[in-house]
């Protein structure tokens, strides 16, 4: 086999035939040669989510384009309180692309699949021209099984409640950017993406009335935040001392420029929760390998709605506003 | 890695808020309750830590900070801006600028809008990332649009040397940078506008050190403490500006030892004058202000963009209602706009002032209250 993606990997010939078979089948175990996946979902309510990553640079501190695309739809089907079962996967590879960089990629994916306890079982690859693409793009969807009773919605959060963050924030923000193009600078932090889903369900457990589960991602805690308290119509006050982020992220969003409530997570949760539960809820997180350094972090208060506000160490609160655009970092 | 944590201390912070508040009795038993103490921070990084940590609002009630000129995307004249889009516009040209730049409206249209129209426009992150590009790109000129202070100034100077150590023909430099105390003494010269201090610019200080500040103190009788970033840092230097005011002294003092000493960064500031010399130049707010702009030398002309593509751009205008110009000069908060918050917002900005990550208007517009209905 070529050393590199070339067009013909993507004709529908035997050359992709081959590709899938040596690569995508073998890596993957699950992936079945048909057209349609046949599945057993023994429910009659599901979760169904799909994402499409697009990241730069496709290999990065403690992580990779591949385990990102398998978290990310794990942990959205997850929010939802769902149990995560089965993820597709289409690649858009552009031709040149290294055939031992392609493997590595999905290696990782099979990997974090298995970690998450979803199968891949089915996928779709199109190669498309060099100059095209920026390497490999990945789009994932997901289907899981929602028991009975749960709702969770966005539109649930009410006052009283309390905030709960799953871990440090902008860990993977920081880990891209510091390998970016023109921005290298050393630091020891790797990015966060992480499969939450078994994190989701015992903190479920142990708060079965959880109002909200939500992942950070792009536009961060702030942009997450804002969501919910516009659409459940409530404000909220985060507690900035509480709010656990690793000394490194800090010093780098100031250098920066950057706005720590703003830089994109991966493997981080946002829960909103009825106080009386808060605890129970934390002491779940806590306990898995993912949420060690979970943390109440706020509160959902009734007005004014739709603001949410960071409250400091010496008494002074402001606005936490939703990213507008792209975090650039500042010239001065 | 530098731990900012050690700077938010809030056991430091409410020791500095005491010693603020007790200058500011101090201040008003001698003046009169009346009378308000203007502190203007000339940094955008000022403005923006001042605006993050909520410091304006944690100050006592004859205690009142200020915006100034010190966000260098926000000074940039419109003419400045139009130029860059007629480079944008030539076919033989890939513009390469910072990010905040490309969303900065000039008198017709904003880089962005050129990029939409085709125009070959790339964001980096260094000038260095330019020669890169010009390397990959031998048969197009790669211009830089150079913006920015005595910080950022330094290295674009070494990326000109750079490229004619290269050899590299393609690549040549608008430049647009400015030099900030000559932008003070407009400003503490200026009838209009009440300055008792000033918290000085922490990162272009570390490049011109403390001496090119004193006539502040010397002839206009202005304080100034060369200021940090973090809260702490903010804090001290209000803290040590109002001790001074308090006691009726003045001088130029320097709260962020940690980054800037008293005569800066004498290499750096050797390179910025191997390539460039002094010129007037025009800020948003401000007009032409004399010898505070940076031409290329005649010797780098081949590097200067200007004297490699002919461009006639049409005259500039101001934008309609806009007022960045009198919140530039802290004639004007943000928030007394007539645009501010209703048809000027993030989203949709009208000026440079709510479009930079540095820019006061986005300052009060992301962190505080004014201008939102929620």
């Not at chain 1, 309180?81 to 099979?110: C, N, Q, R, W």
């Not at chain 2, 209000?238 to 003092?253: E, R």
């Not at chain 2, 009198?326 to 918050?341: I, N, S």
């Amino acid at each position: 086999m070529s050393d590199r993606i070339m067009l013909a990997h993507g004709s529908g010939g035997s050359m992709m035939r081959d590709l899938i078979e040596d690569i995508f089948t073998q890596t993957f175990c699950d992936v079945q040669l048909e057209d349609a996946a046949t599945l057993e979902i023994p429910t009659d309510r599901i979760a169904f989510s799909t994402d499409t990553f697009v990241v730069h640079p496709l290999f990065f501190p403690g992580g990779d384009i591949g385990h990102l695309a398998v978290c990310g739809t794990v942990n959205d089907v997850a929010t939802a309180g769902a149990t995560p079962l089965y993820i597709s996967v289409g690649f858009v590879l552009e031709e040149g692309f290294p055939m031992d960089d392609l493997k590595k990629i999905i290696e990782s994916m099979a990997k974090t699949a298995r970690e998450a306890g979803v199968k891949i079982v089915t996928g779709d690859t199109k190669v498309v021209g060099k100059g095209q693409a920026d390497g490999i793009y990945i789009n994932t969807a997901g289907v899981g099984t929602l028991p009975a009773g749960i709702d969770i919605s966005a539109k649930n959060c009410k006052p009283g409640d309390k905030i709960l963050l799953s871990g440090t924030l902008g860990d993977h923000g920081i880990a891209i950017i510091s390998q970016r193009e023109g921005l290298e600078f050393e630091t020891t932090i790797e990015t966060d993406a992480a499969p939450l889903n078994h994190l989701i369900a015992d903190t479920l457990a142990a708060a079965p009335h959880t109002r909200v589960f939500r992942d950070p991602t792009r536009g961060g805690l702030a942009s997450t935040l804002n969501e919910l308290a516009d659409s459940s119509q409530v404000a909220m006050i985060v507690i900035e001392d509480l709010v656990p982020v690793h000394p490194q992220v800090r010093g780098a969003s100031e250098m920066l420029g950057y706005d720590v409530f703003q830089v994109a997570n991966e493997g981080k949760m946002v829960a909103v929760v009825p106080a009386d539960e808060a605890e129970a809820a934390l002491a779940a997180m806590q306990s898995s390998p993912y949420g060690i350094d979970a943390a109440i972090i706020g509160d959902v208060t009734e007005a004014p709605a739709g603001r949410v506000s960071v409250k400091n160490g010496f008494g002074a609160s402001r606005i936490m506003d939703t990213l507008v655009g792209e975090q650039l970092p500042r010239i001065c | 890695m530098f731990d900012p944590s050690s700077f938010r201390d809030p056991a430091l912070a409410h020791k500095l808020i005491r010693g603020i508040d007790k200058h500011a009795a101090g201040i008003a038993r001698q003046r009169g309750e009346k009378y308000i103490v203007h502190i203007m921070e000339v940094c955008g990084t000022h403005t923006m830590a001042i605006a993050k940590n909520g410091i304006r609002d944690i100050m006592p009630a004859n205690i009142k900070l200020t915006s100034g000129p010190g966000c260098p995307v926000c000074v940039t004249a419109n003419r400045d801006i139009d130029m860059a889009i007629e480079f944008a516009k030539h076919p033989e040209v890939i513009v390469t600028t910072f990010g905040d730049m490309l969303k900065v409206p000039g008198s017709y249209s904003s880089l962005n809008e050129e990029k939409g129209n085709g125009g070959d426009v790339r964001v980096v992150y260094s000038p260095l990332d330019a020669l890169a590009i010009a390397q990959q790109n031998p048969d197009r000129l790669v211009v830089f649009i150079s913006v920015g202070f005595e910080t950022t100034t330094p290295i674009i100077a070494a990326t000109i040397k750079r490229a004619r150590d290269m050899k590299l023909e393609n690549f040549a430099v608008y430049a647009a940078n400015k030099t900030v105390p000559n932008a003070l003494r407009a400003i503490a010269d200026d009838p209009d506008i009440q300055i008792d201090a000033l918290i000085l610019p922490g990162h272009v200080s570390t490049i011109i050190g403390l001496d090119p500040y004193k006539f502040l103190a010397t002839k206009f009788h202005i304080p100034g403490v060369i200021t940090g970033f973090e809260p702490l840092d903010v804090l001290q230097g209000i803290y040590m500006l109002l001790k001074q005011i308090d006691a009726s002294d003045t001088y130029i003092d320097i709260a962020y030892t940690r980054g800037v000493q008293a005569e800066g960064n004498p290499t750096a500031v050797k390179t910025i004058y191997e390539v460039f010399e002094e010129t007037d130049a025009e800020w948003r707010g401000l007009g032409v202000i004399p010898g505070t702009g940076l031409a290329i030398k005649a010797e780098f002309a081949q590097y200067d963009a200007l004297k490699r593509i002919e461009l006639d751009p049409p005259a500039p205008r101001e934008i309609k209602g806009c007022q960045c110009g009198d919140v530039l000069r802290g004639a004007l908060p943000p928030y007394e706009c007539r645009l501010f918050g209703k048809t000027c917002t993030p989203e949709h900005p009208i000026g440079p002032c709510m479009v930079s990550s540095e820019g006061s208007c986005a300052a009060y517009y992301r962190y505080t209250d004014y201008g939102r209905s929620k």
